[in-house]
């Protein structure tokens, strides 16, 4: 096995989520390495930093961008994928959900709504709100929706300033499609 000090720059590899590419700094070598870790490595130590990247020990992963793309097309792609929520206070929220700029301005319109109201649109207590696949998953109150919405705007702008970055020929990395609230 080989030793190794820090891991970074995680990017998941391919769609299936079986392989992430990162650099590893190696004691062995004066300078981080390409390294590409899967969990069927026959090297224990390419096992090891694919269940730690996995667990989080590094940071979160980037999401796969399929290569050989535009950065437009690079940000269509991590867009149309969506950002998936764990919401540990409140289950029933987790899900994948939209940030297409449609989606984006039904959520800010919302949180503009409670900003200035105190309560959903719909006036009542709890609210529900469609996932990605138009999945209903029920809001318990207006303070889980605004950290929602908060985490859909923070993510999509990470996403705009990568393909910005992307445009002017600058090396970036989109963020993790993961967000918790």
Request: with cysteine; net charge negative.
């Amino acid at each position: 096995m080989m030793d190794y000090t820090d891991v970074t720059h995680p990017v998941y590899a391919g769609a299936d989520r079986s392989a992430i590419a990162c650099q590893v700094s190696f004691t062995r070598f004066a300078r981080p390495v390409p390294f590409l870790a899967m969990a069927s490595d026959p090297e224990a130590h390419g096992q090891q930093i694919f269940a730690e990247l996995t667990a989080g020990k590094y940071g979160p992963i980037g999401p796969y961008v399929v290569s050989g793309l535009p950065p437009d097309g690079q940000f269509a792609a991590v867009i149309s994928a969506g950002l998936a929520i764990t919401c540990t206070s409140a289950p029933a929220v987790t899900g994948t959900y939209g940030v297409s700029n449609r989606d984006l301005s039904a959520i800010m319109a919302e949180a503009q709504f409670i900003g200035l109201f105190g309560e959903f649109t719909c006036g009542g207590p709890v609210s529900p709100w469609p996932d990605i696949d138009g999945q209903l998953h029920v809001f318990p109150d207006t303070a889980t929706f605004l950290r929602f919405a908060k985490a859909v705007a923070q993510y999509v702008s990470a996403c705009r300033q990568t393909r910005d970055a992307l445009r002017a020929g600058r090396p970036a990395t989109f963020p993790a499609d993961t967000a918790s609230l």
